[in-house]
């Protein structure tokens, strides 16, 4: 079986945990893991998770990583609404909604602009 990188030499995965033993965390956990990963080489960071609320903090964040050519990826969300869900819907950063067999918008994807 081949992934749709089927040479991955010089390809280097970064796991960064941003959740807590209870599985909560905060947007902070989430700034740092990002910061963690741009500090280590990442050029792509792809996140599946997200957050109604908006922070000055995060967007300056990922305004800054655009700007240095860091492509960051975020879930839309799961709530099958227009509801914003953060990092997604900041402007710098590519938000990702899910589709179904019929290459449809899946009815627990979130959708915006």
Request: glycine residues 8%; contains cysteine.
């Amino acid at each position: 079986m081949v992934g749709v990188i089927p040479n991955t030499e010089g390809i280097c995965l970064m796991i960064a945990q941003v959740f807590d033993e209870r599985g909560e965390n905060s947007d902070s956990f989430i700034d740092e893991a990002v910061e963690w990963c741009a500090d280590n080489g990442a050029r792509v960071i792809n996140m599946s998770l997200g957050t109604t609320v908006s922070h000055k903090e995060s967007k300056e964040l990922y305004n800054k990583l655009w700007e240095e050519g860091i492509i960051v990826v975020a879930a839309a969300g799961n709530s099958g609404s227009s509801v914003k869900a953060y990092p997604a819907s900041y402007d710098d950063v590519i938000s990702v909604s899910a589709v179904d067999e019929l290459n449809e918008l899946a009815v627990f994807s979130s959708f915006n602009k």
